[in-house]
């Protein structure tokens, strides 16, 4: 063992991981109690530890061949995610907003960036750098403000999605702007897609035949160990596949993830590789901070904060125009514009390569990646505060077309509705409140803010109109000042709140019955006017706990007296 390992270094390279480690999770707890996310504690990381901070690493190499690593399995977790299905509900949103927004994005930054002198190569470059977004930074925080399924974060998502896909070809297209594609660049182009063409068939037609049937019976061995070595397989296999053919390894991680991705294995496989892309996508997220200079950022902080602040508001601008060109309300669109004013992880990935192959000197990488980790590092700043910064826009005089969506409508609702009810959001929980209103002979209005479900119930006779029920516009076309119940069945807290707010006061005395996922935002809401809140974490622990009580016999009368859980304030 010692005759063929270099013992110096293997303890060089251990004692790096235990200080970047140890860094991480100290820093990492101090942006956790300051809300900021853990990728923006790693980065702050590989700033310490680097060679331009503190000096605490020495195999910077070792550490950037575990960050590759990384870019591997976050590319194959990408493609595992990814299914026609996925996109099936904002498909809208996926195909239109998604080229839309990168292309314009691209287009703008490419424009700013030939006016500033920068020339034609590099123009179209930081182009494609400022068009990505965080996947991993928005969704988390999404998911932590439970806004995954409200309008804005469905947009975000789709959006994203679509940016995680793009960046494949864009890595192809980077050798060819650093003018490296050879004397006929057209031979080049076709080459490469003869390449891809090649490896899209064996790999996108031959695998999935192929693969599923061996990890079928290796899963029926029921050794976790076996599936997960066999998953590396086919993750790394793809990977150095493409590599042979002078493609990139996250294109090949890419394509595995897709080979497995509508498999009855994806999930089992997403679950067991979640933790090493975990693990191994911080070493990248550090390796980028160990490259950053802070004493290139000190000398030239007011440009670089400059610079950020441009990015941030053009592709703001940018982002919520696109929301707006599809139909969205003006407030959906500005909330989604914010949410995606950041560059991302790829963007990083974009830049590298980029440095790799001279498209960049060292200075203006050192001034691109201080712009990207600003951005990244303020965007849970920027998400937290967008609902107050729409607001703002609201009250600028927009016409009603803006901020009500395109395809508002101004003619269907019932002006004659009274003693009705009020349903926003028509989701399963408003459709049932709808269906049971209809059984009962009650009258009702529904608003609902994605367009195809309005289309698809109207044809079905449902009183719906698309709306943005957050804004007093909708909710007076519904009547709702003549209305006896409003129900608030949006699972987005904060668009919640503000509607029981308006409703509240246009109709003081409308009976408001809202829906919340966790019982920490019931509060909020009674203080606004409900008069009754379900929870869906109370319901289902009520469910739960009276099961378990049934199977241990206990009396059902003294089961629902437990159940009277205080939903009051």
Request: with cysteine; charged share 15%.
């Amino acid at each position: 063992m010692q005759g063929r390992y270099n013992a110096p270094v293997q303890m060089l390279l251990l004692k790096d991981i235990v200080v970047i480690f140890g860094l991480a999770v100290a820093v990492a707890l101090a942006c956790h109690r300051l809300r900021i996310p853990t990728v923006v504690g790693f980065i702050l990381t590989g700033v310490i530890a680097g060679p331009h901070g503190l000096g605490l690493t020495t195999e910077i190499g070792a550490v950037e061949m575990l960050a590759e690593i990384g870019v591997i399995f976050l590319l194959f977790t990408i493609g595992l995610e990814f299914s026609v299905a996925s996109i099936g509900h904002v498909k809208r949103l996926f195909f239109v907003g998604g080229p839309l927004q990168v292309v314009l994005t691209a287009v703008v930054v490419f424009g700013c960036s030939l006016l500033a002198g920068t020339p034609t190569p590099q123009a179209i470059f930081y182009g494609l750098l400022a068009s990505l977004s965080s996947t991993a930074i928005i969704l988390r925080l999404l998911q932590e403000r439970s806004e995954i399924s409200s309008p804005n974060g469905k947009g975000a998502m789709a959006i994203l999605i679509f940016q995680d896909i793009a960046f494949v070809p864009m890595m192809l297209v980077i050798p060819f702007l650093a003018g490296i594609g050879g004397e006929n660049p057209w031979r080049e182009v076709g080459i490469l897609v003869l390449k891809v063409a090649i490896i899209w068939f064996v790999i996108g037609i031959a695998a999935p035949r192929f693969a599923p049937k061996v990890l079928t019976r290796i899963a029926r061995t029921r050794s976790n160990e076996l599936f997960l070595l066999s998953i590396g397989v086919v993750c790394f296999f793809v990977a150095w596949l493409t590599s042979l053919a002078g493609l990139s390894l996250a294109l090949g991680a890419f394509l595995a993830g897709l080979i497995l991705s509508d498999s009855e294995h994806s999930h089992r496989a997403l679950e067991n590789v979640l933790p090493f892309r975990d693990v191994f996508s911080s070493f990248f997220f550090v390796s980028m901070g160990m490259l950053l200079d802070a004493g290139y950022v000190a000398a030239h902080l007011p440009a670089v904060l400059g610079a950020t602040l441009v990015v941030m508001v053009l592709k703001a601008a940018v982002t919520t125009g696109v929301m707006l060109g599809i139909g969205l309300p003006y407030r959906v669109s500005a909330m989604t514009g914010l949410a995606l004013a950041q560059t991302g992880e790829f963007s990083l990935l974009l830049l590298s390569a980029g440095l790799a192959i001279g498209l960049v000197d060292d200075n203006a990488y050192q001034f691109v990646l201080a712009v990207c980790l600003f951005s990244m590092a303020v965007a849970p700043f920027v998400l937290k505060s967008a609902h107050r910064l729409a607001d703002l826009g609201v009250r600028w005089p927009l016409p009603t077309k803006v901020r009500e969506g395109r395809y508002f409508i101004t003619s269907d609702a019932d002006e004659g509705l009274r003693d009705h009810i009020v349903i926003v959001g028509y989701g399963v929980i408003g459709a049932m409140v709808g269906h049971s209103a209809k059984l009962c002979d009650i009258q009702y209005e529904v608003i609902e803010i994605s367009y195809d479900i309005v289309r698809e119930q109207r044809e079905r006779g449902v009183p719906i109109f698309y709306g943005d029920a957050t804004q007093e516009a909708s909710l007076v076309k519904a009547n709702i000042k003549f209305a006896r119940v409003c129900v608030v069945a949006i699972p987005d807290p904060t668009g919640a709140a503000r509607v029981v707010s308006l409703a509240r006061r246009l109709n003081p005395g409308v009976e408001i019955v809202a829906r919340v996922r966790y019982v920490r935002d019931m509060a909020r809401l009674y203080a606004l006017g409900a008069n009754e809140i379900v929870s869906e974490e109370t319901e289902a622990s009520i469910k739960i706990f009276s099961v378990v009580l049934e199977k241990f016999g206990v009396d059902p009368d003294v089961i629902e007296g437990f159940g009277g859980v205080p939903q009051r304030r």
